[in-house]
């Protein structure tokens, strides 16, 4: 008996000592659904890495983006890997403020990453932040609606295409929008979808030396056809629609076409949701003809603060979570259809995937149809497809979008919007030292 319980003590004091061996890391995530999985499938990781805890900090968007920002501008240190978003990546490597992904193992893979989506997340061609899942931008449209005005959905329309087929299927005296599109006001509302828009009319926001480009006619070109086609054939009260209320007026039958992010697709297809669901086909966002798409590209990815003292138990983890066998984890616990999306080609290779899917080609091809790096047809100082990557976008972008959110509103002209939107570009720009 004594012997048992010398051992057990033994056995117990083993068990501490380990414990205070064990690194412990902090993980700051953004509460949807795919990272409340990861949480859920870290035993996984765990049981492979014993010398290792995770310490979890789960916040709403804005409240993640803000804490993240203020820590790793801070050199604050309380977090040892971050989920941050496309758009903070170049910024923040270019700082030094992230940590070069080099040691996320052999059998990593990073080649199978989809390039668009790598092209996003590196700097100088090293990757500082490993993609969690991606999406792009596409048209979602109804087939019957499509059918019955006597047109075919390109696979890659253009935009008049895209007016011919809204002035056909708008039908209001029976609640039937042409085209729902973003009218919110917000850098990643409807600035998102008209900045991508602008890239396939050949606009952009500065020239090769910074100067802002709202006064030449590929933006007035840009804002008029999004003005005219929202007046004629866009839902009522469009100024105050985003991804969420286009998303339950496309669920409920009131809108022919709507182009928006393609993670979208698994809602507008889900029987239990949607009304239209049995009804819903897909197509590349629109163009001109002039070499680019209407189509955005982001990520939500994992990257590790240059201030972290635990970098290889962190790099370990964000190989383990966006890896593929995280993937096939994730399929053998909750089925190929809620796989993060966007991220491998090996997962839109999967015949297994494709069954779940059926919009996952289209999906693929519309990411690789992204490139943050010439996202415009003419040269650009910047990377960003929807967005720019520099700090004053965030700001800037949102005074713009409410300039632009006043046009569709019938509150400003388009000619005054835009002469606005010059203005305080030019003042942002100015005082950021980018122009004289």
């Not at 690194?23 to 409340?36: F, K, P, R, Y």
């Not at 998102?192 to 007035?220: H, V």
């Not at 007046?231 to 409920?252: D, H, R, T, V």
């Not at 509150?411 to 005054?416: A, E, G, I, L, R």
């Amino acid at each position: 008996m004594k012997l048992c319980t010398l051992t057990l003590g033994l056995l117990s004091a083993s068990i501490l000592a380990f414990a205070a061996h064990a690194e412990s890391i902090t993980i700051a995530t953004v509460n949807n659904g795919d990272m409340v999985r990861m949480q859920k499938l870290t035993d996984d990781f765990t049981a492979k890495n014993p010398d290792i805890q995770l310490q979890w900090v789960t916040l709403e968007e804005n409240v993640l983006r803000e804490r993240v920002t203020t820590d790793i501008a801070t050199k604050g240190g309380q977090y040892d890997v971050m989920t941050i978003g496309t758009y903070e990546v170049p910024i923040w490597a270019k700082q030094s403020w992230l940590l070069p992904l080099d040691k996320l193992g052999d059998d990593y893979d990073v080649k199978d990453i989809i390039p668009a989506i790598a092209g996003g997340l590196s700097v100088d061609g090293t990757l500082y932040a490993a993609p969690f899942y991606g999406e792009s931008s596409f048209v979602m449209y109804r087939k019957d609606l499509m059918e019955k005005a006597g047109l075919t959905m390109p696979d890659a329309p253009t935009w008049d295409f895209i007016k011919q087929a809204a002035d056909k299927m708008t039908d209001r005296a029976n609640g039937v929008n042409g085209v729902c599109l973003r009218g919110k006001a917000g850098w990643g509302e409807n600035m998102a979808f008209l900045t991508a828009m602008s890239n396939s009319f050949g606009a952009r926001w500065f020239d090769e030396n910074w100067k802002p480009q709202f006064d030449q006619p590929e933006w007035k070109n840009t804002l008029q056809f999004y003005v005219d086609l929202m007046k004629a054939n866009g839902p009522e009260g469009a100024s105050s629609n985003g991804f969420n209320e286009n998303l339950a007026l496309f669920q409920q039958g009131k809108c022919g076409m709507w182009i928006d992010a393609t993670v979208a697709a698994s809602f507008v297809s889900d029987p239990k949701n949607s009304t239209v669901a049995d009804k819903v086909g897909y197509a590349l966002a629109p163009d001109n003809g002039l070499g680019k798409r209407g189509n955005w590209l982001w990520a939500w990815s994992l990257a590790i603060p240059a201030g972290t003292q635990k970098a290889d138990s962190a790099q370990k983890f964000v190989s383990w979570a966006t890896s593929k066998a995280y993937a096939e984890l994730v399929a053998s616990k909750e089925g190929w259809a809620n796989v993060p999306p966007g991220t491998r080609s090996s997962l839109y290779a999967n015949p297994e995937y494709q069954k779940a899917a059926p919009f996952a080609k289209m999906t693929l091809d519309s990411i690789n149809a992204a490139d943050p790096t010439h996202p415009t047809v003419k040269p650009v100082p910047y990377v960003g497809v929807q967005f720019v990557a520099i700090p004053e976008f965030q700001g800037l972008g949102t005074t713009v979008g409410q300039l632009f959110s006043a046009a569709l509103a019938g509150q400003t002209s388009v000619d005054d919007a835009l002469k606005q939107a010059q203005d305080a570009a030019t003042a942002t720009m100015t005082e950021g030292g980018y122009i004289q």
